[in-house]
């Protein structure tokens, strides 16, 4: 969770926020003009590109301790990003280097604070079995002790079962390894995990060295968020040629700067901002391009708006919805294969949380929450996006996708605090109806009163499932030039949409002639 500390400090000299942190009235701002293409670019997205990012002590948070009764609740929150998929899971961040599985004879190492456990183990492998859900499973690396990896590796992979493993991850963020007290002396003084002479070549020579103890399962690395470190993935790739999976870590904000000037300091604004605040962030699709040249796929398998646990006022309010749909469309962008959102009980970054009263599960989601749904609902798996022509959208982001049965689905995100946007939409299909679901809330700011095409989990959920009647509306394309629809379509102030236009049936006669 303390992820990328480093990294995101590391931002563009003399950015500012140049936006108020209270929004005012202001009016509406001139008419956009967007006009889809009909090329589309890019791998088609995979399915479980939407995952979960959890420590080792949130599985049981959110899933219960009762392998034979997982938490219904978590389970629809979990489906509804995935929908008839295999959703993707990441257990790690700080806690990866915080766990062990105890070995025997062996007295607890310094620095860890949780035992895996034979319980904690079969809910792993129940949730596993309900959902069809792969893991990414962070392994002790900082303890440096290689009969305590390899402990906990046979443990995970017979406990809860290989097909249900997609990778093991070793270590998280080694890059603070050697900056971080790990553990504390009898004095309590504060000792580092590593030497300060520890750097990228020495973790790529463990990496190795757990590789060939662990035979042929795939791993999972570097688990950085340091855009120093991940200059040098080259390197890594080169070693490490059957690499399962990539993983990088990337937050938007940093929760450790002192001043709000920058542009990475936690505000809605910034959060808002389309300029990225780190080279990191930037140098996504550079990181993609590198992996998908030897053939491996890369996840950003740590991810959520601002670092160490969020920010209240910003990460838990409604703008970190219309970021999270951004985000993630970023990434789809870049050519990465998958994001996880790390979440974790009781941080301004949790996308839900849980009680269980009376026997009964109940859950409070987050407005984050509802960006990634949202963009589930538009990017299903198979999709591809389209090349979209923007006229006078500063403060609108535009994405498109067509999926596979053809259908197009268009996503407008204003990103203004206090001007709504109004925008002609032209398609080069058929004139014909399309339908416009909204993503609205009281304000950036808002907490609750969210709604996604009308419904919403309101204050409480027993279920997990959207709730209410939806307010699907219906718009007809304005008369236009042959070939071609207009769509007018208006967005309040901080708020999102969905145009989906499906394709119409063909007749007989147009099947004939292909």
């Not at 400090?9 to 003399?14: E, S």
């Amino acid at each position: 969770m303390a992820v990328a500390v480093i990294v995101l400090a590391l931002l563009l000299d003399g950015a500012t926020s140049a936006m108020a942190t209270k929004p005012t009235a202001a009016s509406p701002a001139a008419p956009a003009v967007v006009t889809v293409g009909t090329i589309a670019h890019g791998p088609p997205i995979p399915a479980g590109f939407v995952g979960l990012s959890l420590e080792y002590r949130t599985l049981l948070s959110y899933a219960g301790t009762d392998p034979n009764a997982i938490n219904p609740v978590f389970v629809r929150l979990l489906q509804n990003l995935t929908p008839d998929q295999a959703p993707e899971m990441r257990i790690g961040g700080d806690s990866t280097d915080w766990t062990w599985w105890p070995v025997a004879k062996m007295r607890r190492p310094r620095g860890i604070t949780y035992d895996v456990t034979p319980g904690w183990l079969a809910v792993a492998r129940a949730l596993a079995q309900e959902t069809r859900l792969r893991y990414i499973m962070g392994i002790n690396l900082e303890a440096d002790n290689r009969v305590v990896e390899a402990a906990e590796a046979r443990a995970l992979l017979s406990g809860i079962g290989q097909r249900h493993i997609a990778a093991l991850e070793l270590g998280n963020e080694p890059e603070l390894y050697s900056i971080r007290g790990y553990y504390n002396t009898p004095r309590g003084v504060p000792m580092a995990g590593r030497p300060p002479s520890y750097d990228f070549q020495t973790f790529t020579d463990e990496f190795s060295s757990f590789r060939r103890a662990i035979g042929g399962f795939p791993l999972a690395g570097p688990s950085s968020g340091s855009y120093s470190w991940l200059q040098h993935l080259p390197q890594f790739l080169a070693a490490e040629p059957s690499l399962g999976v990539v993983t990088v870590h990337s937050y938007w904000l940093n929760k450790c700067l002192n001043s709000p000037s920058l542009l990475g300091y936690p505000t809605v604004p910034n959060l808002l901002n389309p300029r990225p605040p780190s080279r990191l962030t930037a140098a996504l699709a550079q990181y993609a391009s590198l992996s998908h040249a030897d053939h491996v796929p890369i996840r950003i398998d740590e991810m959520n708006s601002v670092t160490c646990g969020g920010r209240t006022g910003v990460s838990d309010v409604f703008a970190s919805a219309l970021w999270a749909l951004n985000a993630l469309f970023e990434a789809m962008a870049d050519g990465i294969d998958g994001v996880n959102i790390h979440t974790f009980p009781g941080t301004a970054n949790q996308l839900f949380g849980f009680s269980r009263v009376k026997g009964e599960w109940i859950g409070t989601v987050r407005p984050e929450y509802y960006g990634l749904l949202m963009f589930s609902q538009a990017a299903p798996p198979g999709s591809k996006l389209l090349r979209v022509a923007q006229e006078n959208t500063e403060q609108t982001r535009v994405w498109a996708t067509v999926a596979k049965n053809g259908s197009t689905r268009l996503v407008l995100i204003n990103d203004s605090l206090t001007r709504a946007s109004s925008v002609l939409v032209h398609t080069p299909t058929p004139s014909e109806p399309a339908e416009l679901e909204r993503l609205l809330a009281p304000s950036a700011y808002a907490t609750s009163a969210i709604t996604i095409d009308g419904q919403s989990f309101g204050a409480q959920t027993t279920t997990g499932s959207l709730a209410g009647p939806t307010t699907t509306v219906t718009l007809t394309p304005s008369a236009a030039p042959a070939a071609v629809a207009t769509y007018a379509i208006t967005l309040p102030a901080a708020s999102a949409a969905i145009l989906t236009i499906s394709p119409q049936p063909r007749t007989p006669a147009q099947r004939r002639s292909g």
